[in-house]
T-cell receptor, first 114, second 112 residues
């Protein structure tokens, strides 16, 4: 079974721009979560989508948003980019019927904001 | 108090030895605990999950959970240089069952 895929893998943007990242979950997984990883803050939860609805949201500003499509693919958008948004953005998918929502991560998108 | 505490390391162990990685958490409502391994520049890879008090073994890995002490550990037996990575402890708990809360990770170095 193919794993979680994320595109693009690398992205360079400038301050003030916006960016859209894409995630395709493992086949059959309907829950998609997004995380931000930085050297200073570690891995932090952004939000989770299930059946096209946002179920949970982390403590990030409204510039960070996401959505999920009927095929469970998800996108996250960051508007008005700031230097501090430079990070590895990770998507994780879960079957939600496995024991306790085990999450499997994609390879990530490395975003650099100049 | 941080939600998840891990010693950042580096933890250095010789090849063939047992590596012991520890994690404490503050949320008593936590139900599920996970260990992920992350190589430099890569994404986290699930190593072990544990939900009940006691030990759970999978190959060279043993996870230990003590909910009363709010403590979870990972033992790696017969450590290999390929085990050199950052090990992240994570838990799910409270009302947001799917959200993972991560520790900052322990960097393990297995020396020849």
């Amino acid at each position: 079974k193919a794993g979680v895929t994320q595109t693009p893998r690398y992205l360079i943007k400038t301050r003030g721009q916006q960016v859209t990242l894409s995630c395709s979950p493992i086949s059959g997984h309907r829950s998609v979560s997004w995380y931000q990883q930085t050297p200073g803050q570690g891995l932090q939860f952004l939000f989770e989508y299930f059946s096209e609805t946002q179920r949970n949201k982390g403590n990030f500003p409204g510039r960070f948003s996401g959505r999920q499509f009927s095929n469970s693919r998800s996108e996250m958008n960051v508007s008005t980019l700031e230097l501090g948004d430079s990070a590895l953005y990770l998507c994780a998918s879960s079957f939600l019927r496995e024991p306790r929502y085990t999450q499997y991560f994609g390879p990530g998108t490395r975003l650099t904001v100049l | 108090q941080k939600e998840v505490e891990q010693n950042s390391g580096p933890l250095s162990v010789p090849e063939g030895a047992i590596a012991s990685l520890n994690c404490t958490y503050s949320d008593r409502g936590s139900q599920s605990f996970f260990w992920y391994r992350q190589y430099s520049g890569k994404s986290p890879e699930l190593i072990m999950s544990i939900y009940s008090n006691g030990d759970k073994e999978d190959g060279r890995f043993t996870a230990q959970l003590n909910k009363a002490s709010q403590y979870v550990s990972l033992l790696i037996r017969d450590s290999q240089p390929s085990d050199s990575a950052t090990y992240l402890c994570a838990f799910q708990g409270g009302g947001t069952a799917s959200k993972l809360t991560f520790g900052t990770g322990t960097r393990l170095q297995v020396t020849l």
